[in-house]
């Protein structure tokens, strides 16, 4: 695992259509020949019937699709971990506190799965509030652990990893004082701790202490270990001199007996503001952060919530956060490019922020190509090309301009392909009514729109002729009314519009006035004209809010 680096995605809106996916791959390359590293064309969700068809007929790879951009733990976590087992004793964990100036120290299994946390703080407490003797005596602690801890021989070991509750002595007095001492406490529970006093070590092994500390390295007999092996005692050889093994066995307790057990942990896959909320509602500095595998991989605190997001933005096609990608408002967005309405949210920095009201977004970088002097590829002005078609409906549609009339044949030059021809070929493609089922046709496009009184939603399908339209109608005005009961629509329409003798019909269910209302030339039953309407957002829309007010 290692941090990602900056990546900027230029992606459309949400539910794509040709000129969001289009834009999207061109402006990518434009800014990618600009200089701009690491970005990479992207959509939020599937492209539709004509955009597959463009690509597929332009042979060129569908761009990456994005599910959201919310910031990941794994992309503000460090990839270096410090870890300990459970059964290392509490100084090897004070030496890592310290070595690698960290303040939480995740203690794991072999699988390397969390098991509990040590904090710094927590540990020091325990040496520095002062205590009764008999408790700074009291070590909890198991003869490999203190073995380890002293970095210790082991001469003899007896249920080596058992941990107990011991009590700590010093054979520093006469030996006679010492057998007393002996009497007076459960040899069984205690940690002598000693020099070469023969005296000393034959009484402890003798009476059966639980361990025995030998220190500065010095020789033991065979006498004394036949007798430890004998009387079960462990015993431990250790180089430090008798005052730092002491001192150090108080450290010895195996870390797992001090940690805290019910530690947050977070995937590396989770959301950073997930994080936030950990961290908000614990007083631990930190949180372990584990793979999928159930291993610790990082830890992660407060300062990681800081960190900026490698994930950046450059939005074509819209520039308001309710159509953009999902968590679009927790990253920096880089960039705008589009040709719609302003709705933005406002930001941190100053941003380029392109918006001409032209046909298409496709139209507006291609005009950032011509002032940059950079000649679009083949791949680049088709594509360009696909997305003006598209949003202007062959130029037909009121929303095109002269820009748009201009820049199209240099692009289809470019494209080495006959705009009016292949724009054709692409409604075609994906404007036949006969291969969905009546209900997907009906709300591939579909808009829900209130006043203060009503509500309703209109569905738009483009065509090349209405014959399939004819055929179906019957299908398609039933799948319509199940759509307006099911989502409580005062009316519910369906806008078919023929782009070759731009016209549209208006299939639409309401109330017995609707015909009335409509003011539309009726055709059938449910069924009107639109002669000349091409544009549901600039078209009909307006006239349906305007007579439903
Ligand atoms: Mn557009």
């Given at each position: 695992m290692s941090k990602p680096r900056e990546h900027v995605f230029v992606v459309g809106h949400r539910n794509p259509d040709t000129d969001s996916v289009c834009s999207a791959m061109a402006y990518a390359a434009l800014r990618r020949r600009q200089g701009l590293a690491a970005v990479e064309p992207a959509r939020v969700g599937a492209l539709n019937r004509q955009t597959e068809f463009v690509l597929s007929e332009l042979n060129i790879e569908s761009p990456r699709m994005l599910l959201d951009v919310y910031p990941r733990v794994r992309d503000v976590v460090d990839d270096q971990v410090v870890t300990i087992?459970?059964?290392?004793?509490?100084?090897?964990?004070?030496?890592?506190?310290?070595?690698?100036?960290?303040?939480?120290?995740?203690?794991?299994?072999d699988a390397g799965c969390p098991k509990g946390v040590l904090y710094l703080k927590q540990i020091t407490e325990r040496f520095l509030v002062p205590r009764k003797e008999d408790e700074i005596r009291r070590v909890r602690t198991s003869a490999l652990a203190l073995c380890e801890c002293l970095e210790g021989r082991a001469l003899n070991l007896v249920d080596e990893a058992s941990v107990e509750e011991?009590?700590?002595?010093?054979?520093?007095?006469?030996?006679?004082?010492?057998?007393?001492?002996?009497?007076s406490n459960n040899p069984r529970t205690m940690i002598l701790v000693t020099g070469d006093r023969e005296k000393v070590l034959r009484a402890s092994v003798e009476r059966g202490v639980r361990i025995l500390v030998v220190t500065g390295n010095l020789p033991v007999s065979d006498e004394i270990l036949a007798l430890a092996r004998e009387n079960r005692v462990c015993l431990i050889s250790t180089p430090f001199d008798t005052a730092t093994g002491t001192w150090l066995s108080r450290l010895s307790t195996p870390v797992i007996e001090v940690a805290e057990k019910d530690a947050q942990s977070i995937g590396l896959k989770d959301r950073v503001e997930d994080l936030?909320?950990?961290?908000?509602?614990?007083?631990?500095?930190?949180?372990?952060?584990?793979?999928?595998?159930g291993t610790v991989v990082a830890v992660a605190t407060k300062s990681n919530l800081l960190a900026p997001s490698p994930t950046k933005l450059i939005l074509v096609d819209h520039n308001e956060l309710s159509q953009a990608v999902p968590g679009a408002d927790k990253v920096e967005i880089l960039e705008v490019v589009d040709h719609h309405r302003l709705g933005n949210p406002p930001t941190d920095k100053p941003i380029s922020f392109i918006n001409r009201p032209l046909g298409s977004t496709c139209t507006v970088v291609a005009t950032l190509y011509r002032q940059a002097g950079i000649t679009p590829s083949k791949d680049e002005a088709s594509l360009m090309m696909a997305g003006l078609l598209s949003d202007t409906v062959l130029l037909k549609s009121p929303t095109t301009t002269e820009v748009d009339r201009e820049i199209l044949p240099w692009l289809g030059e470019l494209a080495g392909l006959d705009p009016m021809e292949f724009g054709k070929k692409m409604f075609s493609a994906s404007s036949s009514l006969?291969?969905?089922?009546?209900?997907?046709?009906?709300?591939?496009?579909?808009?829900?729109?209130?006043?203060?009184?009503?509500?309703?939603?209109?569905?738009?399908?483009?065509?090349?002729?209405?014959s399939d339209f004819h055929r179906l109608k019957d299908e398609l005005q039933a799948a319509l009314q199940t759509i307006k009961e099911e989502r409580g629509l005062d009316m519910a329409g369906f806008l078919v519009t023929d782009?070759?003798?731009?016209?549209?019909?208006?299939?639409?269910?309401?109330?017995?006035?609707l015909p009335y209302l409509l003011d539309y030339p009726r055709v059938a039953d449910n069924l009107f004209e639109l002669k000349g309407v091409l544009s549901r957002k600039k078209q009909l829309a307006p006239h349906l809010l305007r007579v439903f007010k």
């Open positions: 087992a459970g059964s290392a004793p509490l100084s090897k964990a004070m030496e890592l506190f310290h070595r690698h100036s960290i303040r939480l120290l995740p203690v794991v299994d011991l009590n700590l002595f010093v054979g520093a007095m006469d030996s006679r004082t010492f057998s007393e001492r002996l009497d936030h909320l950990k961290m908000m509602h614990s007083k631990a500095p930190g949180v372990l952060v584990v793979s999928e595998e006969a291969n969905a089922a009546p209900r997907d046709l009906l709300l591939t496009d579909f808009k829900e729109y209130e006043t203060e009184h009503c509500k309703f939603g209109v569905g738009q399908a483009e065509v090349v002729d209405f782009i070759v003798l731009e016209t549209s019909l208006f299939l639409a269910l309401g109330s017995k006035e």
